[in-house]
């Protein structure tokens, strides 16, 4: 019956209006996530009973070895053989739906931008999920863009600090001739939809200090866990919070 759903779902969508096919792949999205989170049951289950996770939510292709590495659709890179690392495990699920581990069983959780592309609510419950996995004095660090940094470039007309992205290449239908910094504004806020939310460092502060974490507070650029790139670490802010 589903995948009657689903045929007749993508055959009816080239002739309807932009809106009505909005809404129809939406509708299909949502019936391959549900479809993925049912598979990612049995990983999840297969970590009962550990302890002392790393987990590194919103992977992306920043695979970290050791570590169990979540997102949706999950790309393991072609040089990373999972036979010869049983020891990193790659869970393909929609985070939108929370952390399903196992309440203490984690030591570590990080996301690099990734909490950005949830609304706010379920941000705020996977949040919570974090909070909830982390063992006693816990580590659960985030990376986000530094939105406020953005903003302040833009004011100042600083346009040295955009030159690392090129609006031509992530904003093609811009006009040639019409390129200005409010288009880099509008990149980096809305991303071409995918970015949900805004966060800075005093509110992301004020909401894990409000879940529980004992101790929160804004932290530097680290080398051995955040990611190396001179874009992320250009329009990044991070912080950590201890459970």
């Known amino acids: ?36 989170a049912r598979r990612a049951a ?17 992977a992306g292709d920043d695979i970290r070895l050791g570590w169990v590495n979540i997102d949706l659709a999950l790309r393991i890179p072609p040089q990373i053989d999972p036979a010869a690392h049983p020891d990193t495990i790659f869970i393909n699920y929609d985070l939108r739906r929370g952390l399903p581990l196992a309440a203490g069983s984690c030591d570590y959780i990080y996301s690099s931008h990734f909490f950005e592309h949830l609304e706010y609510t379920q941000g705020l419950r996977l949040m919570r999920d974090c909070y909830r996995a982390l063992a006693a004095g816990g580590t659960f660090r985030l990376a986000l863009p530094n939105f406020k940094g953005l ?18 290449e992530l904003l093609p239908e811009v006009e040639p001739e019409t390129e200005t910094l409010v288009d880099h504004v509008n990149y980096g806020v809305y991303q071409a939809g995918e970015h949900k939310c805004v966060y800075d460092e005093e509110k992301l502060v004020l909401v894990l200090r409000k879940i529980g974490f004992a101790t929160v507070a804004p932290a530097a650029y680290q080398a051995d866990v955040d990611p190396a790139s001179p874009l992320r670490r250009r329009y990044s802010f991070y912080v950590e919070a201890v459970k």
């Open 42 to 58: 049995g990983s999840f289950q297969a970590l009962q009973g550990r302890q002392h996770l790393k987990i590194h939510i919103g």
């Open 151 to 168: 903003f302040e470039a833009y004011l100042r007309g600083n346009e040295s600090y955009f030159d690392l992205v090129s609006v031509r």
């Open 1 to 36: 019956m589903k995948q009657t759903l689903k045929h007749v779902l993508k055959a009816s969508v080239a002739s309807q209006p932009e809106t009505l096919r909005a809404a129809i792949r939406n509708l299909l999205f949502e019936i391959k996530t549900a479809r993925i």
